[in-house]
């Protein structure tokens, strides 16, 4: 499976997790894909942390205004029936949990559901930017990354290895072989796309999966 | 009825060696970009500057850290910036990175009159560290401190010469509570107009909250221009 | 995007026994006049509710308190009505004092979750009795909680159909913070734009924080009318 | 002196502790009088608790708007050059030391410039509104009331008997009688009003007054 695909199934995936009506904040980079998928049967209002509800698509040439951005810096649009807010009151928003869903992505998750995402030791530190608030604000929190690093090691751990963005936040993780719920009693295999059995899931991952009712074969 | 600087190397010419700054700005969005060219221009050192990123190497507080005055810097992100990487890994620069949140309502607190306030954000991170944990209602949360600033460097759209400002779309980010927890505070403004011209209740930022107006021109440097068609990124 | 109600009877409809509520307003200035009638209407009891004052004697909360629906009452001032203080006296009404800018705050607070914070308001006095005291930069603060509720009934002038509003003037006061503090928050507006007529750059409250909208006229009683001329005060 | 006199003499004498381009806060009552003499030559903007910056006359019958009212609960109007912003936001103004000055009433004054101005043991409570955030914030906290209560009590007392606004927050004490600052070292009796002498001051006085260089004979 390409890189592109691998990335658009993730991001198709994540679409089905967002109701109509939801207010949503996705990340820089995979995440922000997820947009390009909302389904056109659903009104859903992307929030981004740097003060704005209601992201609209990328601009056209004429339409492009350099005071109008995402958090991933990128020259955005705003949907009617968008607002304008500062700093302050855009994580009050996140952490006041009035956001539906956060979809954010990840290095390493853990058996508790603690996330890393911000840093690797030895490497400069570029900071966490709105990710330690947003994995505390938002009702859902959704990870999505590849299911293993690039030299096939887990990603999905018993404990992160890896300095945490957060403690026990994340709800569920997507990747390009499966979901994944985070529970109370533990993590949950819960579905295996379409090119993977159960067996390789469990064998690409490092914490222990309960399996119970899982659907294989998801598109 | 506020001071109107006939330039920007007046407005900034109390800026002294070691003074704290907050500057506004999300990216290149919103940044004080000729206050930033004077302070560069008028070379003060030892500066600690608040802001939620450095810039980038060519523009905005990148060109204040090129320059070698920044001492401290504390924000959330600065990964746009190679020399920052260099100061950073030879010493020259201290950091305090903020998660984004966390920065912008101990900004908010500062202006606010609040010292101190428990957030989630960082619990259970080396963000924590240090800090006093505690629970309430079963979760737990940091005690964070606020911060304020001898001088605060904004940049508004419109003020009238009262000082209210009004911010243009997500150019307000960090401007508004920078405005308020700056002990002076500057406002760079694309256009000053005639008291009573701007809307009452549509106000960003209350007179009450800004010292001194200069108005300037902006470049407005685009970081990451993405359209919609023809652009290099496949969403929209 | 968000539920019209067809009535305020319908808007109150999931408000229960024994519910926590946030009504907005300062005097009579910004209550949402109608869903406090509804509210009367359905009979609703054991209320807790938080609100700067509680209405006069005829109008406002006043009505509830009258009904005796109103078993809590969390505010700053509550001097204008006269069966308030009966019901005081009587012990039939539990009520917490709260200073008005610490209630703004907890209300802020609990919208923005942020579960606690420093103040200097009552420091000293018996407001900060069995609250903790801490020291920062040499002076005193209590340690305040914030307060969310179950419903927020607020009033502002404008909406659209996704739920943004804006207030009138000093109508807004409490009302954006209660909107944000509510789990549940209904907005009676005087009017119902559509979507996209209204300004992002002006919205007072933004969309997420609203959960209903209700469309109703506004009697606006006024409390104390001073005139310029012929006025019973001197000042002016 | 009649009621209107003592009261307008106190007001006249608070305006001249308003500088030109000073925000000030002026509370219910007595204070708000002192709208009535600020000089034609000071710019001098009046904050509301209830969220305005900018308070106007009282309106003309025509210009009334239900919806614009001061912290006094009064229909007022606004100047050019005003905002209107929520509860939070002007409290933050209040708390955050913004506010250049609050002339606010009082009911008792101590030698270390407590103040008790919201309750009276055995009446109703009616609660402290803005009171106890207002002395805390303004950079110049001043104090006008009558020198004596009714019984001819003092009310500037060793020590507050009623139940505290604030403590060790007063700055300045202006009566129909005289003006007195509260300094580190005590209470420092500046200017005595014609009428009175420096000893009917401190006869009427329960905390004792430095007294070194004052004015006498002010009008």
Redesign the interface.
């Known amino acids: 499976m390409g890189e592109v695909n691998v990335r658009e199934r993730i991001a198709r995936r994540a679409e089905k997790e967002i109701e109509d009506g939801d207010y949503v904040n996705l990340g820089i980079g995979m995440p922000t894909l997820v947009a390009n998928y909302i389904s056109a049967n659903k009104t859903v209002v992307l929030q981004s942390e740097n003060g704005l509800l209601g992201i609209g698509p990328y601009p056209t040439k004429d339409k492009v205004d350099p005071d109008l951005i995402n958090a991933g810096k990128e020259t955005v649009t705003s949907i009617p029936g968008s607002a304008y807010f500062n700093s302050a009151e855009s994580f009050a928003m996140i952490r006041g949990e009035h956001v539906d869903v956060a979809i954010l992505g990840g290095m390493e998750v853990s058996e508790k559901g603690d996330l890393a995402n911000w840093m690797i030791p030895g490497k400069m530190i570029k900071g966490m930017g709105g990710a330690m608030d947003l994995v505390h604000g938002a009702k859902k929190i959704i990870i999505i990354m590849d299911h293993v690093a690039k030299d096939g090691s887990a990603k999905i751990k018993k404990e992160c290895s890896l300095p945490l963005t957060g403690k026990g936040v994340v709800h569920k993780i997507i990747t390009e072989r499966a979901l994944i719920d985070v529970t109370p009693t533990g993590l949950e295999l819960k579905e295996v796309f379409d090119g993977f059995t159960i067996q390789d899931i469990i064998d690409s991952t490092e914490a222990t999966l309960i399996v119970k009712d899982v659907i294989e074969g998801v598109n | 009825?506020k001071p109107i600087y006939s330039s920007a190397k007046e407005a900034v010419a109390n800026i002294q060696d070691g003074a704290t700054l907050m500057v506004g700005g999300?990216?290149?969005?919103?940044i004080p970009e000729q206050l930033i060219l004077a302070l560069v221009e008028k070379n003060v050192k030892e500066l600690t500057v608040i802001s939620?990123n450095c810039g980038v190497d060519e523009w905005g507080l990148g060109l204040l850290l090129k320059n070698k005055q920044i001492k401290k810097m504390i924000?959330?992100?600065?990964?746009?910036n190679k020399e920052f990487?260099r100061q950073?890994?030879s010493g020259e620069i201290e950091?305090e990175?903020t998660?984004?949140?966390?920065?912008?309502?101990k900004?908010?607190?500062?202006?606010?009159?609040?010292?101190?306030?428990?957030?989630?954000?960082?619990?259970?991170?080396?963000?924590a560290e240090g800090k006093e944990i505690?629970e309430?209602?079963g979760?737990e949360?940091v005690l964070e401190?606020s911060l304020r600033a001898d001088f605060a460097l904004v940049r508004a759209?419109k003020a009238?010469?009262?000082g209210?400002l009004?911010?243009?779309?997500?150019?307000?980010?960090?401007?508004?509570?920078m405005a308020?927890?700056g002990r002076f505070t500057i406002a760079e403004v694309e256009e000053i107009v005639e008291?009573?011209d701007l809307?009452?209740?549509?106000?960003?930022t209350?007179?009450?909250?800004v010292q001194g107006l200069l108005q300037a021109d902006q470049e407005?440097?685009?970081?990451?221009?993405?359209?919609?068609?023809?652009?290099s990124?496949?969403?929209?």
Not at chain 2, 26 to 30: D, N, Q
Not at chain 2, 75 to 80: A, F, T
Not at chain 2, 107 to 127: E, K, Q, S, Y
């Open positions: 009825m999300f990216g290149l969005v919103g939620n924000g959330s992100y600065v990964g746009e990487e950073v890994l950091v990175l998660p984004q949140g966390t920065l912008a309502e900004i908010r607190a500062g202006g606010a009159g609040i010292p101190a306030f428990f957030t989630p954000a960082g619990v259970g991170t080396i963000v505690r309430f209602g979760k949360y401190e759209a009238d010469k009262f209210n009004i911010y243009n779309k997500t150019a307000q980010n960090f401007n508004p509570m308020a927890a008291t009573g809307d009452p209740a549509m106000i960003h209350p007179s009450i909250y407005k440097r685009i970081e990451r221009l993405t359209l919609s068609s023809g652009g990124n496949p969403a929209g």
